[in-house]
Antibody, heavy 117, light 110 residues
Framework: QLQLQESGPGLVKPSESLSLTCTVS??????????WAWIRQPPGKRPEWVGS???????YYNPTLNSRVTMSIDTSKNQFSLKLNSVTAADTAMYYC?????????WGQGTLVTVSS | QSALTQPASVSGSPGQSITISCTGT?????????VSWYQQHPGKAPKLMIY???NRPSGVSNRFSGSKSGDTASLTISGLQAEDEADYYC??????????FGGGTKLTVL
């Protein structure tokens, strides 16, 4: 059964970059059947789609974050990654990676990232 | 991108049925059959309950059903149980090739 595991620093300083990796196990990331996504949820707020990436490297980003976000995929490691630049306290959230087919989003367990000095 | 509109709260007694609405526009809910619903208990990750408007993932109770009419999608829970008390979020694909979530609905089982 496919599993997704987020990893990365839990604390990031304001104005620095947030970098997270999602490791996919139990299946190949190099498939045309799925997109791979990042979703975040600030404490007490609704989830927010951050972006999606295809195994070929094609990306789609949330326009509200577009200038600060970069997603990449490493098929040799079965991983995909998120980088968010110039973070502020508003970027504090649970960050989830997900596998998507249509509107079928299969989420990882998430990792909490706090932006604070 | 604007969030989809959900009622802030709904409530029902055990055994009853409730419906949660999710209103968007022709650029999202009304334009695609890519609407999903998530259940979230406190401190837990969201759990997919319905995808592609009305499909249930394996393992989800058939007490949960989804539908759509025009720009509004709905989640119905029948035979309400105490463990159904949670926050519920809808999500939809949009014409901008993005995904948007609803503001969330808190379900209280009386």
């Amino acid at each position: 059964q496919l599993q997704l595991q987020e990893s990365g620093p839990g604390l990031v300083k304001p104005s620095e970059s947030l970098s997270l990796t999602c490791t996919v196990s139990g299946g190949s990331i190099s498939t045309s059947a799925y997109y791979w996504a990042w979703i975040r949820q600030p404490p007490g707020k609704r989830p927010e789609w951050v972006g999606s990436i295809f195994y070929s490297g094609s990306t789609y980003y949330n326009p509200t974050l577009n200038s600060r976000v970069t997603m990449s995929i490493d098929t040799s490691k079965n991983q995909f990654s998120l980088k968010l630049n110039s973070v502020t306290a508003a970027d504090t959230a649970m960050y989830y990676c997900a596998k998507t087919t249509g509107s079928n989003f299969y989420w990882g367990q998430g990792t909490l990232v706090t932006v604070s000095s | 991108q604007s969030a989809l509109t959900q009622p802030a709260s709904v409530s029902g007694s055990p055994g009853q049925s409730i419906t949660i609405s999710c209103t968007g526009t022709s650029r999202d809910v009304g334009g695609y059959n890519y609407v999903s619903w998530y259940q979230q208990h406190p401190g837990k990750a969201p759990k997919l309950m319905i995808y592609d408007v009305s499909n249930r993932p394996s393992g989800v109770s058939n007490r949960f059903s989804g539908s759509k009419s025009g720009d509004t999608a709905s989640l119905t829970i029948s035979g309400l149980q105490a463990e159904d008390e949670a926050d519920y979020y809808c999500s939809s694909f949009t014409t901008s090739t993005t995904w948007v979530f609803g503001g969330g609905t808190k379900l209280t089982v009386l």
